[in-house]
């Protein structure tokens, strides 16, 4: 899947204040009477008012009426996909009472006027259609979602009260400070190729005294799994009433600590002497005065000083450093993917390089190793994707942007994804052939999205093409298949 490098968001900060530059002049209106849409369900498709085009899933609590205030969470997702942050967060949205709004529309590389039309759509919508609590208005979003999330945020003028920042933090040329006007809650795998980003920033955020705190997980850049995407929301709403914002309850505050206590408790392997630490300062912010964290306290000034800890910061700069170094590496030889006489010789070298990283990435037991190596394979699938997708179609340079992905197909060779979007650079390179081959390597991989193919304008050439055909009843088959297994 794409993602954004933060080395490369300028553009996107600028599409994000573009955006927002409407919201000073936009009232959110009180809901009119009882929504008329489903309860308790997730809803893939909801249309604004604005127009058919622009459109978010939907979820409403199974207790959602229109005659009290609810918090709503705004989601944002690289790839557009609302319905996938809906699902994370339902299970958190019924238990804390939350609307959520995923994005159909938000996606890594859009124009900026296309991103203000989109968020000053639904942010319109949603205000109009439900009663919504303007004092608990959040937003989430992952990887470039995250820096949309984010932007919104820092430039709202207090309308977003916290954001739960997934795989990434802010846009570029927007540091955070002291006064930063809405708690963050960050979450990042330890495979994570932004870990590097998030990890340094959540030093700084508790070094400023903001609220916040950033949850490390095992996995790699992707959206968090439900049990942490609830502790996010639990979370928020201890800050809620931290801020008065909402009624105090000691069953989510006693709720949120024993959620924290419990990491806690799994944090003692030398490997994760920094989580334990950042996780015991973020105890320490969230639960004094609310509850006795003396012993918290102890054990911080003691880390704080010791000789393991200081290794281990030590150690993981060096981590970053050697993630970096090898990255560019293997990076420059996809450089001569792009010549015709050098890509057999250049595809042997970097077959190469990515053996030993692939094993160390293929270990069993958690270790500095297995981070690193799984760090840089996903930072060079990641840039060589993206640059394939927002460097050289939009230059219609067709034959790099196919180089490009062959390589980072090479990184992940079960990517199927990657795929279909191959296949779609080569209908823009107007390669019949080669989409249909590309289209089989996606659904031997294990994509099964029909309709997206179906509805995708650069395929209509292919609709009346046997093989075309037969692709697509297998994706429809294999999605049946799925979701009648067990």
């Known amino acids: 899947m794409p993602h954004l490098k933060p080395r490369n968001r300028a553009t996107e900060v600028k599409q994000i204040a573009l955006a927002l530059c409407l919201f000073a002049f936009v009232t959110p209106m009180l809901a009119k009477g009882q929504s008329e849409l489903a309860k308790g369900v997730i809803i ?18 199974s207790r959602y009426t229109a005659d009290k205030r609810w918090p709503i969470l705004y989601a944002f997702d690289p790839l557009a996909r609302g319905r996938i942050p809906v699902e994370r967060f339902q299970e958190a949205a019924e238990k804390y009472g939350y609307i959520l709004a995923g994005s159909n ?44 999330a984010n932007g919104l945020a820092l430039l709202c003028n ?3 009260a916290g954001v739960i920042s997934c795989g990434a933090g802010f846009p570029p040329q927007s540091q955070p400070s002291a006064g930063l006007p809405y708690v963050f809650f960050g979450t990042i795998g330890v495979d994570d190729f932004n870990f590097r980003e998030m990890r340094p920033l959540e030093r700084k955020l508790l070094s400023l005294g903001t609220v916040s705190r ?12 439900k049990d942490l995407a609830t502790e996010a929301v639990e979370w928020l709403e201890l800050q809620a009433m931290r801020a008065e914002r909402r009624d105090a309850d000691n069953l ?40 006795d964290v003396t012993e918290h306290e102890r054990e911080i000034s003691k880390l704080k000083d010791s000789k393991e800890f200081k290794s281990a910061l030590d150690d993981e700069q060096r981590q970053f450093e050697k993630e970096q170094q090898k990255a560019r590496e293997i990076i420059s030889l996809g450089l001569e993917l792009s010549s015709d006489q050098g890509q057999g010789a250049a595809l042997i070298r970097i077959r190469a390089a990515l053996a030993p990283l692939r094993a160390k ?11 690193i190596a799984r760090r840089t394979l996903y930072q060079i699938f990641a840039e060589t994707f993206e640059d394939a997708l927002y460097n050289y179609v939009p230059r219609k340079r067709y034959d790099l942007a196919i180089a490009k992905l062959e390589f980072a197909a ?4 079960t990517n199927a994804n990657l795929e279909r979007e191959l296949a779609r650079v080569m209908m823009m390179q107007g390669s019949r052939e080669g989409a249909l081959t590309a289209l089989r390597r996606a659904a031997n991989k294990g994509f099964d999205d029909a309709d997206a193919i179906e509805q995708d304008n650069l395929f209509s050439p292919l609709r009346d093409d046997e093989k075309f055909r037969s692709l697509i009843g297998e994706m429809r088959a294999s999605r049946k298949a799925k979701a009648l297994s067990p």
């Open 410 to 413: 090479e990184v992940y060779p």
């Open 158 to 160: 207090g309308c977003i």
């Open 105 to 148: 529309n938000s996606r890594n590389g859009i124009p900026g006027n296309e991103l203000r039309e989109i968020i000053t759509a639904l942010w319109n919508d949603t205000h109009a259609r439900f009663s919504i609590d303007t004092r608990q208005v959040y937003a989430t979003g992952f990887s470039g979602g995250a820096r949309v």
């Open 44 to 61: 893939d498709k909801v249309s604004c008012a604005s127009g058919e085009k622009q459109n978010y899933s939907l979820y409403l609590p």
């Open 361 to 371: 990435s293929e270990q069993k037991v958690d270790s500095s190793e297995r981070r």
């Open 214 to 225: 950033v949850a490390t997980f095992d996995g790699a850049h992707q959206w968090p799994l």
């Open 252 to 291: 989510i505050i006693d709720s949120a600590l024993a959620h924290a206590e419990a990491k806690l408790r799994k944090l003692d392997q030398p490997v994760q002497l920094i989580d334990r630490f950042l996780l015991l300062q973020a105890i320490s912010n969230d639960f004094k005065g609310l509850r």
